[in-house]
């Protein structure tokens, strides 16, 4: 079991929109950019010894611009590009399924940049080989 190689896989996933995806900590300037951050899971085993299935929820930090049009344009960008994604693989694991719920406004910054934040889960096989 990997949890590096899951953050690995779901920011890659997100980066393929175009904008950078952190963990999981925004950094203190950049504009047009997300964090990531894994919640607490629930394991399943199975009667093969090798695999693992996991629920594991994780929670994405869309910071944007003061311009509400554009950061709304990011933060749909990237739902699109996760809800109902399935069979995503890297080394010894495999998301078979990550589904969202729809983005909220979270709030403005001391600079103005709004913030929207998306809870998301996705289930997971982990292989030991």
């Given amino acids: 079991m990997s949890i590096d190689s899951l953050v ?6 997100v980066e393929k929109t175009g904008y950078k995806c952190y963990s ?5 300037n950049n504009e047009n950019c997300s964090a990531l951050s894994l919640g607490t899971g629930e ?4 009667l093969c010894d090798n695999i693992l299935y996991s629920y594991i ?11 509400d049009k ?3 344009k990011i933060v749909d960008k990237i739902f699109n590009q996760l809800d109902m994604k ?3 693989e890297l080394d010894n694991i495999r998301i ?3 589904s969202c719920k729809t983005p909220n406004y979270a709030f403005r910054d001391e600079n103005q940049r709004i ?3 998306i809870n998301c889960s996705c289930k997971v096989e982990w292989r030991n080989e």
Avoid: M
């Fill in 8 to 13: 690995t896989l779901i920011r890659n996933e």
């Fill in 70 to 72: 554009e950061t709304r």
């Fill in 96 to 98: 078979i399924l990550i």
């Fill in 43 to 46: 394991n399943q085993r199975t």
């Fill in 86 to 88: 399935q069979n995503i």
């Fill in 57 to 67: 929820p994780f929670y994405l930090l869309i910071r944007g611009t003061s311009d």
């Fill in 24 to 28: 999981p900590d925004l950094p203190q």
């Fill in 115 to 117: 913030y929207y934040n």
